[in-house]
Nanobody, 124 residues
């Protein structure tokens, strides 16, 4: 199994930057596709970004294209989400997730393991 722990969430002004980290445990981490999702109070959980196990493919929600970048370091069992030009609408709890097989990147049911979440708040 894979265990995931997110960190790096903070309060930041609009236009600022943050880097979220996800630390994974488990020998088979490098074989998992990874994704970032976010959820605001009263809203559904939304897909943010995904990266394939071999880093060849990355996918982004339209709302974050050009501003966010997902990356991974399999040697360190780490996944990152670099967030630039943050906007108030980016305010949410951010979760990393792992999937053995992804049929549709934005479908949270495709993911087998989830972290506990880290809070990002962007002030206007």
């Amino acid at each position: 199994q894979v265990q995931l722990v997110e960190s790096g969430g903070a309060l930041v002004q609009a236009g600022g930057s943050l880097r979220l980290s996800c630390a994974a445990s488990g020998r088979t981490f490098s074989s998992y596709h990874m994704g970032w999702f976010r959820q605001a109070p009263g809203k559904e959980r939304d897909f943010v970004a995904g990266i394939s196990w071999n880093t060849i493919s990355t996918f982004y929600a339209d709302s974050v294209k050009g501003r966010f970048a997902i990356s991974r370091d399999n040697a360190k069992n780490m996944v990152y989400l670099q967030m630039n030009d943050l906007k108030p609408e980016d305010t949410a709890s951010y979760y990393c997730a792992a999937a053995r097989t992804v049929r549709r990147w934005s479908n949270d049911n495709d993911y087998n393991y989830w972290g506990q979440g880290t809070q990002v708040t962007v002030s206007s």
